[in-house]
């Protein structure tokens, strides 16, 4: 298994403003993903982010909006952008390991946008 | 395109009583298919996984058996704790992708 940290583990921000995340992992890993977990629902993938190339947005999320860096095999940053209240949410850091691609989630950061 | 469907809760159960939650779903190949848990206020764990069928993942009491002819991956304990209050989420990965697809998720709370 992996072990994912990520910081902040909350945060309240002002609309208008960016929040960056980051997502740290205990060994190198080729893919990590970013999720939101809107209050009450389930998870959806923003994007997948490969070292050494443009992440991979999901319908609905766009890079201007959901910025993100991977530059090395063990850490990532995701930025929530120009926020308004719809943004409060859980994100997720995720990555896969193993020989069956098994997938691990970081502890989330807590979002709330006032 | 693929999906899951899990049943809405929360479910309410007393300790030790016997546990069901059910999971169906629908993609094109062979998926692996798996069970997440989210207790209050964490992230989520894996809770067990299947990659073929009629294969069966286990852990902590937990059980759920991947059945291809129904499409379903369902959930059951035989006595659960106060303890297994949390969030359980259903999950496939379809075979030629490593992004996972979410159900919605099912609330279960023991009461002693």
């Known amino acids: 298994s992996a072990v994912i940290s990520q910081k902040p583990s909350r945060d309240i921000c002002q609309r208008g403003t960016s929040l960056t995340i980051q997502c740290q992992v205990d060994?190198?890993?080729?893919?990590m993903f970013w999720y939101r977990q809107q209050p009450g629902q389930s998870l959806t993938l923003i994007a997948t982010a490969n070292q050494g190339s443009e992440a991979t947005y999901e319908s609905g999320f766009v890079i201007d909006k959901f910025p993100i860096s991977r530059p090395n095999l063990t850490f990532s940053t995701l930025t929530v952008s120009n926020m308004s209240p719809e943004d409060s949410s859980i994100y997720l850091c995720?990555?896969?390991?193993?020989?069956?691609?098994?997938?691990?989630f970081g502890p989330g950061t807590r979002l709330t946008v006032t | 395109g693929d999906s899951v469907t899990q049943m809405e809760g929360p479910v309410t159960l007393s300790e030790e009583a016997f546990l069901t939650i059910n999971c169906t779903y629908t993609a094109t190949g062979y998926p692996s298919l798996f069970w997440y848990v989210q207790y209050p206020g964490e992230g989520l764990q894996l809770l067990l996984k299947?990659?073929?069928?009629?294969d069966k993942g286990s852990n902590k009491g937990f059980e759920a058996t991947y059945r291809k002819e129904t499409t379903s991956f369902h959930l059951e304990k035989g006595s659960v704790q106060v303890s297994d209050s949390a969030v359980y989420f259903c999950a496939l990965r379809s075979y030629n992708t490593d992004k996972l697809i979410f159900g919605t998720g099912t609330r279960l709370q023991v009461f002693p």
């Open positions: 299947a990659t073929k069928a009629d």
């Open positions: 995720s990555v896969t390991s193993g020989s069956l691609f098994e997938q691990y």
């Open positions: 060994s190198q890993v080729t893919m």
